[in-house]
């Protein structure tokens, strides 16, 4: 195994790296590597099914060769004392990866004096840090004219209570379904008392529970 005669994946890609390079007569030792990745034991064995056990690396998608490729990264760096600059890790990644990004890095770089610095735009991410240890750059205009902590504590915090007390959003949910609800609610669409009531019943079928449902209930309450 390579592995054992390399006391790092780094010093294992270094030595390929070389091999891989064209000498005077534009010809390499290394012309081509095929990368196979072994699945890990899924929670539900029932989906295992008719699943290779090895993957290719040109099988998988672009978000998924790009987590592999930053969560390996990390692996290769074993120097003490160094600032690693990470910017925006989570780009590509669903909602499922962004939970891990922290976690991973904090398991991979446990028990290393480096220091990691991070801009992101996910508000899943810093629910993994607390807020001493965030820095909020606001701008005004084109330009970034200054910088602040969070209002609130973020770690743990729910991703949602970020995204409007961090992010600056107005409300969590999408800006589609907030328009509807509000141009409803205000009878913008000048909907008579009836049709005001059918339409509400059937948003009210739709929207999930929370504070949106309960103002279309008090509505409909009016409206009786």
């Known amino acids: 195994m390579l592995g054992d005669v390399y006391y790092s994946g780094f010093e294992l890609f270094k030595t390929l790296s070389q091999l891989a390079k064209p ?15 072994e699945r890990s034991i899924s929670d539900h064995p029932e989906t295992e099914l008719d699943q290779p056990l090895l993957h290719l690396l040109d099988w998988l998608s672009d978000g998924e060769k790009s987590f592999l490729g930053r969560m390996c990264l990390l692996t ?4 003490d ?3 690693i600059l990470l910017d925006e890790p989570e780009v590509h990644f669903n909602d499922f990866w962004k939970r891990q990004i ?3 890095i904090d398991i991979n770089l446990k028990n290393r004096q480096s220091h990691i610095l991070i801009s992101t735009h996910s508000s ?4 993994d840090v607390p807020k001493e240890n965030i ?3 606001d701008r005004n205009g084109n ?3 200054k910088s602040l902590k969070p209002s609130m504590n973020t770690f743990a915090a729910d991703p949602s209570d970020i995204m409007v007390h961090v992010f600056g959003s107005p409300y969590p949910s999408g800006e589609l379904s907030i328009n509807r609800l509000e141009n409803e609610l205000e009878n913008k669409f000048n909907r008579s008392p009836q049709e005001r009531k059918e339409t509400l019943e059937n948003l009210k079928d739709v929207v999930a529970s929370g504070y949106w449902r309960f103002v ?3 509505e409909l309450q009016t409206l009786k």
């Open 135 to 137: 820095m909020v750059l």
């Open 124 to 127: 899943i991410t810093l629910t």
């Open 76 to 79: 290769l760096l074993e120097t």
């Open 216 to 218: 279309i209930r008090q």
């Open 102 to 104: 922290v976690n991973l």
């Open 143 to 145: 330009y970034t004219n």
């Open 23 to 37: 000498d005077k007569n534009n010809q390499s030792v290394l012309q081509s590597v095929n990368l196979f990745l």
């Open 81 to 83: 004392e160094a600032l």
